[in-house]
């Protein structure tokens, strides 16, 4: 059965920081891109960084560049969003992505096949 599995989120002040965990199964994980998105109550689901299968490759929307950090453990089976110097804007249910062939649509919702069930950030001012 594949699956992922967020954990990490919390409750937070501005300025602090979390690490998302999120653990795969079921898949060839190093085959995988992986990504986080995240979805604050109103919008829509939006992309926050990635991880090309290929290694070597991350990208990251510009509203958290520099401050979170994706990586990923092959061996674990496991991606990571190290988020520091968090906002409350960065409050939302953050959803680790898996895409087998996402191609250029790394940054879209529908390059991805594979989703977890999110969990919830969320920063207080």
């Known amino acids: 059965q594949v699956q992922l599995v967020e954990s990490g989120g919390g409750l937070v002040q501005a300025g602090g920081s979390l690490r998302l965990s999120c653990a795969a199964s079921?898949?060839?994980?190093?085959?995988?891109?992986m990504a986080w998105f995240r979805q604050a109550p109103g919008k829509e689901r939006e992309f926050v960084a990635a991880?090309?299968?290929?290694?070597?490759?991350?990208y990251y929307a510009d509203s958290v560049k520099g401050r979170f950090t994706i990586s990923r453990d092959n061996a674990q089976n496991t991606v990571y969003l190290q988020m520091n110097s968090l906002k409350p804007e960065d409050t939302a249910v953050y959803y680790c992505?898996?895409?087998?062939?996402?191609?250029?649509?790394?940054?879209?919702?529908?390059?991805?096949?594979?989703w977890g069930q999110g969990t919830q950030v969320s920063v207080s001012s």
């Open positions: 991880d090309r299968w290929n290694g070597g490759s991350t």
């Open positions: 079921g898949l060839t994980f190093s085959s995988y891109t």
């Open positions: 992505a898996a895409g087998g062939r996402v191609g250029a649509f790394y940054t879209r919702v529908i390059g991805y096949d594979i």
